[in-house]
């Protein structure tokens, strides 16, 4: 896994056929053209394996943290859905495999990770007889995950401006990185920032009673921030007119629209927003 600089896929290169980085996102991003839940799920349920051991395992490559497998897999999903965008001339054979190349080895863990929880709203709408449609917003064209799009989503809590966190970075410790504690976050305040957002972005609309996702929240890790995300889904009868208005803009500029499960996959989604639609799809204990 632990792969030299290059694209991995330069005929030049006299370990081109060797690389496994370029096999694994080859396989990952055809798993992701396909639509293939079955391949996504098997490696789901092999990444929360992996950091089970992991996590038990003294001797591990130093080169990858305890989340390793799975920062590598979102890593290269994500690369694939950006890259995908940015160039669209190019064979996405050839993309995935670059994909997989850029995100291997990983780089070892300078210090924790930034922790965020974040409330997700999951709203879908749908015609008698017609494909649901989910309320997904457009992310900034700078910074994480450029351009892409989402579910609705608001941040409620950052290490980076917690005073206790701060703290506890004046004391020395050890060379490894230091643990964030996350807190859990009162579900009122998680609403109530959700609807200071959807009163924006569906004004005069009333939802369907949201409910909570209360089993567990989704964890999804980058290399350099941890997303705890606490997931509310809710439905909205929609009427013909309301779904014709595809996409608007909000005060601050941001776009929305609304998509369904195809329209995701055609603009490019990231593997945050599919762990999180798996999530209100099975069944689980909800509260309102």
């Known amino acids: ?59 591990r490559c130093r080169l990858c943290d305890p989340s390793g497998i799975a920062t590598a897999y979102y890593d290269i999903m994500d ?46 709408a749908r015609e008698p007889d017609r494909e649901r449609h989910w309320l997904m917003v457009k992310r900034p064209s700078k910074g994480l995950l450029a351009g892409q799009w989402e579910f609705p989503s608001v941040c409620v809590w950052n290490s980076a401006n917690d005073s206790n966190q701060k703290n506890n970075k004046g004391k020395k410790k050890d060379s490894k990185p230091s643990t964030v504690d996350v807190p859990i976050i009162d579900p009122n305040i998680r609403s109530e920032a959700l609807d200071s957002f959807l009163s924006k972005a569906l004004p005069s609309v009333e939802l369907d009673e949201r409910a909570q996702l209360t089993d567990a929240p989704v964890i999804h890790v980058f290399s350099h921030v941890c997303h705890t995300m606490w997931v509310e889904s809710g439905e909205l009868k929609a009427n013909g007119e309301q779904l014709k208005k595809k996409r608007w803009k909000i005060d601050n500029g941001q776009e929305i629209g609304w998509m369904t499960e195809s329209d995701m996959t055609s603009v490019g989604i990231t593997s945050g927003v599919r762990k999180v639609l798996a999530a209100t799809q099975q069944p689980t204990k909800s509260s309102s």
């Open 79 to 124: 690369k694939i859905s950006t890259n995908l965008i940015a160039n669209s001339k190019a064979k996405p054979k050839t993309i995935y495999a670059i994909s997989g190349h850029a995100s291997l080895p990983i780089p070892p863990p300078k210090k924790s990770k930034r922790e965020e929880v974040i409330a997700v709203a999951v709203i879908n």
């Open 1 to 59: 896994f632990c792969s030299p600089a290059g694209s991995g896929i330069d005929d030049r290169d006299p370990l081109k056929e060797f690389y496994v980085s370029t096999r694994l996102g080859v396989a990952i991003g055809e798993a992701m053209l396909n639509g293939d839940a079955s391949t996504s799920g098997r490696i789901e349920n092999l990444i929360a394996n992996q950091s089970l051991v992991a996590a038990e395992k003294e001797n």
